[in-house]
């Protein structure tokens, strides 16, 4: 653990159905940067810790277009942030696969998805970049930018199964502040 990591503050993670989960991000401006990079190492801490794969602003309460994403937290760390993500191709062909989401803590769901994407964004330093991702990283790439404009997994449910998955995850956060 380097010094900036132990010091690195974790961020409260807000939790469905907060409102901002559901409002759409603005674009992060170069007068944004200073905020953005003191952002960048609390959202990692943050996320490693949850664990989770990946952390979009909006679930620490920013809403700015900022992605951070590690898909193997647990063996050599990959660290990318994007900034200002989007999307500029996607296959026809989709996967699915049971996705997670650190703002409905303990709800899974089946989600099908494009199973492709490439993604053009700016890295920490503000270079143009572009990411082809399939499989997991297509899954967390999407699920990402969907947090970007205020869009859940649960979104790609039947009305019937998101219904029952929000209420599920209601009783299960009432619960857990009556045990405090
Ligand atoms: O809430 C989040 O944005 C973190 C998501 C990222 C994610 C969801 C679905 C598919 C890919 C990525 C997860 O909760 S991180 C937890 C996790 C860990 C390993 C595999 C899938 C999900
Ligand atoms: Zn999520």
Known sequence: MSVAET?????????????????????VTPADM??????????????YAAPGIGLAAPQV???LRLVVIDL??????????????????ASDETA????????LPEQYAEVTRPARVAVRYLDETGVKKEIEGEGL???CLQHEIDHL????FVDYLSALKRNMLLRKLAKEQKDKAARK
């Not at 907060?18 to 674009?27: G, M, N, T």
């Not at 952002?39 to 943050?46: K, N």
């Not at 647990?74 to 999307?87: A, C, H, S, T």
């Open 7 to 27: 010091e690195t503050p974790l961020l409260p993670i807000h939790i469905v159905p907060d409102p901002v989960l559901r409002k759409v991000a603005r674009a």
């Open 137 to 139: 990283m297509a899954a």
């Open 61 to 63: 309460g920013r809403l």
């Open 34 to 47: 200073e905020e953005v990079r003191g952002l960048i190492p609390a959202m990692f801490a943050t996320m």
């Open 72 to 89: 193997a937290p647990e063996k050599v760390l990959e660290p990318i942030v994007l900034i200002n993500p989007e999307i500029i191709a």
């Open 96 to 103: 699915s696969r049971e996705e997670g989401c650190l703002s």
């Open 149 to 152: 404009n205020g869009v859940l």
